[in-house]
Every structure is written in C-alpha cells, then in structure tokens.
C-alpha cells in the first residue's frame, strides 16, 4: 500500500486537534519566524568548496529573516555579482567567490555584525 491509501491503526494518527471555541480557524498555522533587529543579527559570510567537485560558492548564514525576503536578498545579490545562487534550510548560496560584494552589500543593507568566516 502507498502512503495515501494506508489505514489507520487510531485517530492520533490524523493529527487533529479538537476546540470548543466556535470561531477557531484550522486553515492558519502560525509559521512566523521571530526576527532580530538587522543591526543585533550575526550575519557570517564564507567561501566553501566542500562537496561541489571543487567549484566555490560563497554562503551566508546567520540571517534570521522570513523565506520571502531570504529569496529577495538571493536575487538581488545574484543580480550583483552575475551568478547563480538558491535558498536552502535559511542560507543563501551564491556561485563563486564573491565574499567582499556580499559582505559590502550586507553591510549596506544595514547588517552591520557582518564578518568573514572560515579564512
């Protein structure tokens, strides 16, 4: 049997919960990040080349802002330096060796505790 027509062994398996408050919507979670001030946030920016057949790519982590701006942020810096990039797990990726841009642009966005890591 594939995962859709499994049966189940007992009700927790639905994972419901049950309210008595008539006005309880089900269709909203609250995903919500709780994001730090741009200036208290430590923003560090790398060169890795582990994993990646010896290609660099410059990732920047620390950034604790929602998936929609984290996007924003991957296209606009993409734009600059003229390569690919991605999100992934709340780190933006950037093909090549482009620390100093990012670190400068970083820095211009007004996240001021943004350092170079790892050398």
Sequence with gaps: MNKKNKPLNDLSQLNLAYSTNPNQ???QEDDEVEIS???KQKIRVRLDTRL???KAV???DG???S???LEEMCKKFKQKCGVGGSVKEGEIMIQGDHVQKIIAELIS???KDTKRSGG
């Design 52 to 54: 990646r057949a010896g």
């Design 109 to 111: 966005l007004g996240y």
């Design 58 to 60: 410059t990732r920047i």
């Design 63 to 65: 950034l604790e802002e």
């Design 37 to 39: 001030p741009k200036n």
């Design 25 to 27: 919507s089900f269709d």
């Design 67 to 69: 998936d929609k701006v």
